[in-house]
């Protein structure tokens, strides 16, 4: 049974993905619903990104706008969810930051087989956000599976994340990691 409603949500999500895709013409990120918005890329390439935003009535509320980060290689795609289970990353994270990389459960799973090598636009995302800090993600991600513990303390010593500025914060960034070779397991 639980296989069959595994199915059937994921037909139903490409169901959702196609009809908006369809409906829309392009996607565009603010017509897209607040739930597949993070990880998701517009039709002119940039991603999109989960904000909050204060409604008429002063109630926080989530809403879904266009960065102006680019992407290299991908455009009108919207992350599936077995992508967004094997990576560890959240849909309903406000903002993307390289903070995520410090933590030693995030940065096994975003270097796992499943994640690393069938989920190219976020490994993509990391890619970038781990190369301005400094550090090289495939480099990470081997020395996350020989000695996690020794990752995280180069990491950390690389000045990663500490002085880092907001994300996003410079204007017109092109962001297109070089087709990576996934390390071998």
């Known amino acids: 049974m639980a296989s069959f409603m595994k199915h059937s949500s994921m037909i139903l999500f490409f169901a959702c993905t196609l009809f908006l895709q369809g409906a829309l013409g392009e996607i565009t990120c603010e017509n897209l619903p607040t739930n597949v918005c993070s990880f998701s890329i517009s039709s002119s390439a940039k991603r999109c990104l989960l904000e909050n935003s204060a409604n008429e009535v002063g109630k ?14 991908i455009r009108e795609y919207i992350e599936t969810d077995e992508c967004v289970n094997a990576c560890g990353v959240d849909r309903n994270s406000v903002g993307i930051s390289s903070d ?8 096994a799973k975003l270097c796992s087989r499943p994640c690393y090598q069938n989920c190219p636009n976020i490994v993509d995302l990391y890619f970038n956000l781990a190369a301005g800090e400094g550090v090289y993600l495939p480099d990470l991600c081997n020395k996350q599976r020989t000695s996690p513990h020794r990752a995280m303390i180069e990491l950390l010593s690389s000045g990663a994340a500490a002085d880092a500025p907001a994300p996003f914060a410079s204007q017109d960034i092109v962001v297109g990691a070089p087709d990576i070779a996934p390390a071998s397991f």
Not at 100 to 107: G, Q, R, S, Y
């Open 60 to 73: 926080m509320e989530y809403q879904c706008k266009t960065s102006e980060v680019m992407v290299g290689n």
């Open 100 to 107: 995520a990389l410090l933590e030693p459960l995030f940065t």
